[in-house]
């Protein structure tokens, strides 16, 4: 609570630095911001080619896998993308710590801000998507969607939770950035991203092992509500909110550690 507190009487420079890395990542760029919508979009066509030509995954009922595909990624996108950008916020803001003094917790949480506008950016593509898709007879339009904000809460804690450890952490361990990218890949397939644990036939181990992954419930619970058109049963949700509570507050355990030492470290 004391680094929420912090965030809120510094808000001003919290909301300055946001612009500041938004900017900074566009500048000199000729499509700028639709960079947030294509981004996403490009990855989603990736990933469609190759699943539905080569691998041709089976749904019942006939469900549209790119808009399957698309309300796994984009939850997944914020928090890979923030967990990546996080492992560098402190290096390379180093001087603004040192020489402001402000505190270290602005940092990551500039670094979540900044995804999260992204995120909120590619969701509007999502329900055109949907609607095009309604419209066009191949999938109902899941008035769910309306939960989209709730089920993004646990999405949220786990990547403040991630983004705070892996941002002091990263400081002292240079080289878990190295490491980073290899562990959110083995994180990315072992969640119900590409696949649905309903339709997927693997050995019982590794099923069991899949279901037990945390990330799992919030897969579902967000895919629920942005495309199936379930609102979910609340133990999905109280599940998937206890993982966001303990991810974060594990995060910022770990944070408050090193917290001292981050100016010197950098």
Not at 189 to 216: C, H, K, Q, T
Not at 233 to 253: E, K, M, N, R
Request: net charge positive.
């Amino acid at each position: 609570m004391r680094a929420l507190g912090l965030l809120w009487r510094h808000r001003a420079l919290v909301a300055v630095l946001v612009r500041r890395e938004l900017t900074a990542r566009y500048r000199a760029s000729l499509l700028g911001f639709f960079w947030s919508l294509l981004n996403p979009l490009l990855l989603l066509a990736v990933y469609a080619v190759v699943f539905t030509s080569i691998f041709q995954p089976r749904f019942p009922g006939g469900e549209p896998y790119p808009l399957f595909l698309f309300a796994g990624l984009l939850p997944w996108l914020f928090l890979s993308g923030t967990a990546l950008d996080a492992s560098v916020t402190m290096v390379d803001n180093g001087p603004l710590l040192a020489k402001v003094m402000c505190p270290p917790e602005i940092f990551p949480a500039v670094t979540v801000a900044s995804h999260l506008i992204h995120l909120l950016l590619a969701l509007p593509v999502l329900l055109l998507a949907l609607a095009w898709s309604a419209a066009a007879g191949w999938h109902p339009f899941p008035w769910t969607v309306v939960l989209i904000p709730a089920a993004l809460v646990p999405w949220l804690l786990v990547t403040a939770g991630v983004a705070s450890a892996v941002s002091a952490l990263s400081v002292h361990y240079r080289d878990l950035r190295d490491l980073l990218g290899h562990l959110l890949n083995l994180l990315f397939f072992a969640s119900p991203i590409i696949y649905s644990l309903d339709g997927l036939e693997v050995p019982p181990a590794l099923r069991r092992a899949l279901v037990l992954n945390p990330l799992a419930p919030l897969v579902v619970v967000f895919r629920d509500v942005a495309f199936a058109g379930r609102a979910g049963s609340p133990a999905d949700w109280a599940i998937a909110l206890a993982v966001g509570l303990v991810v974060w507050s594990l995060g910022t355990w770990v944070f408050s550690r090193y917290r001292d030492t981050l100016v010197e470290s950098v």
